[in-house]
């Protein structure tokens, strides 16, 4: 016989507690971050290139506007020259009184210039002062004129002056200059003064000319072969501080690239192009040296030299060291030409690294900020661990270890992983995941609950293989406590 009861109600007050043992997992921290994120993280993601299918590449990217410009052929020396004019005294020393008398001379002013003949010109800026000394008594006023500066509307130069203690000037801004003689200015000076009694044998003036600021805009005659070396000393940042060591970087590209907005054929020649960094030998970017190209006249850009090589490059960074020689019109010096001012010869280079790396020895340092304040441990939890759970599509071999952090008193807390294989590579592509797990005993319990931080420090390689690193490949950690427990559970009433 089978008796059944129902009951609606179960009485507990007289139950204080049941005996319970079982585990519960709590997670406490985790981090997820693809290459471009890895990238972004060490700030140079404005530096990388992604291309459709995911390849990554760093780009370094430098010019240089004006390694030889107009300016440097169109500006001159300034000018500090002397001239001694004299004439017979007409008086022969007879006691006469002062005699207003016109004196009447030509000077020709030659500009200095190592690299270009002018015979038309535009001024751009300059000035010149006369500076007069004689004994024929007292200057009243001078007349100057030249043929060789022009104004507007063609006109030959011609103005009056009334000297202030012997002396005058005059800007040349926005004058034309002509001449039938290369960097010649030809100045004739009507000198009107009143000469006073003398025995002097000779009447003279002397004339002290001083050029200043000297340019023009613009100018056509013929240049001299005109060469310039230039040096560039640039520091380049792969990683940031917390990654050390070396890369093999395959197919590295370096390219140089030039504009050229003269009238004139150029001209380049690289003697030196060193990388540089901690712990290689340096090596050159090109090979062989030296590196000659033309440089023919063009408005845009245009690629004169690349080529790819394979070296070691501190996962820091380094350093690039190039000198060269820049030259124009190397081989039409009899061609009369133009040229302004804002003429350039301009050079880029860009220097690729494809992230196609061989790697080893190189250590990085990264941190997951924890948070374990709920974690309050009561009696009946007889065990704790925690389990660090690892994913990853990253071509790489992870050593490591992994030490608690305590960021307000600045100390590491405890080693809770020493150095040891923590991830697998994944050459093929597929999802590695691995686990961890660490026990959190009584007694480096309080170390872990006062640590807010777990400091990662990697060691990465690639057993000498070769390889590619693109935007979608991704490292995960997944932090998680496990508490065992094993007592008395206390219900309230």
């Keep these: ?14 139950v204080h507690g049941i005996n319970a043992e079982g585990e519960v997992l709590l997670p406490v921290g985790s981090k997820s971050f693809t290459m471009m994120d890895m990238m972004e993280r060490f700030q140079i993601d404005s530096l ?8 990554l590449s760093y780009h370094c990217h430098y010019e240089t506007f004006g390694v030889i410009s107009g300016n440097d052929l169109l500006r001159f020396d300034d000018l500090n020259q002397q001239e001694h004019f004299a004439i017979e005294n007409p008086f022969g020393g007879v006691q006469v009184p002062f005699v207003d008398t016109v004196l009447g001379f030509r000077h020709t002013v030659v500009f200095e210039a190592d690299h270009i003949q002018v015979f038309e010109a535009t001024m751009k800026l300059g000035r010149l002062d006369f500076f007069l000394s004689s004994n024929v008594g007292v200057l009243q006023k001078v007349l100057l004129s030249t043929p060789n500066i022009q104004d507007a ?7 009056e002056f009334e000297p202030q203690n012997n002396s005058f000037g005059f800007d040349l801004t926005g004058f034309r200059y002509v001449s039938d003689s290369a960097n010649a200015l030809t100045i004739n000076f009507e000198l009107h003064c009143a000469v006073s009694p003398s025995s002097d044998p000779e009447l003279f003036v002397d004339v002290k000319i001083q050029g200043t600021d000297l340019a023009f805009s613009e100018m056509k005659g013929y240049v001299e ?5 230039n040096r560039l000393d640039t520091v380049f940042s792969l990683f940031s501080g917390n990654m050390s060591g070396l890369l093999e970087v395959n197919d ?3 390219r140089i690239s030039e504009r050229n907005t003269f009238e004139l054929t150029a001209q380049l020649e690289i003697d030196s192009a060193l990388v540089t960094g901690d712990g290689i030998e340096p090596y050159s970017l090109l090979d062989p040296l030296p590196l000659v190209a033309d440089l023919p006249v063009q408005p845009d850009f245009s690629d004169v030299h690349s080529q790819t090589l394979n070296g070691k490059i501190p996962s820091g960074g380094g350093r690039i060291l190039v000198s060269s020689v820049f030259a124009v019109n190397s081989s039409r010096t009899s061609e009369m030409v133009t040229v ?3 003429c350039d010869l301009d050079v880029m280079m860009d220097v690729k690294l494809p992230f196609s790396f061989n790697i080893s020895e190189v250590n990085y340092v990264d941190t997951v900020n924890l948070d374990l304040a709920q974690l309050d441990m009561p009696d009946w939890i007889e065990r704790l661990a925690l389990d660090l759970t690892f994913s990853s599509t990253l071509p790489l071999n992870l050593k490591g270890r992994f030490l608690m952090y305590d960021s307000d008193h600045e100390l590491i807390t405890d080693t809770l992983v020493g150095t040891g294989q923590l991830i697998q590579a994944s050459f093929d592509g597929q999802l590695t995941v691995s686990t961890i797990s660490i026990e959190v005993t009584e007694e480096r319990l309080e170390k872990v609950l006062h640590s807010d931080r777990i400091i990662m420090e990697y060691e990465l390689d690639t057993e000498d293989r070769d390889i590619k690193l693109d935007a979608s490949q991704k490292l995960g950690l997944f932090v998680k406590a496990r508490a065992k427990y094993n007592g008395i559970v206390e219900l309230e009433e």
Excluded: E, L, P, W
Aim: aromatic share 10%.
């Design 1 to 14: 016989m089978v008796t059944s009861c129902k009951k609606d109600h179960y009485d507990v007050g007289n």
């Design 153 to 159: 509307s063609g006109h030959d130069f011609m103005r």
């Design 252 to 254: 590295m590209g370096f």
């Design 48 to 55: 990388i290139h992604c291309s459709d299918d995911g390849s």
């Design 340 to 342: 302004a001012d804002t």
């Design 225 to 229: 072969d005109y060469r310039s070396r």
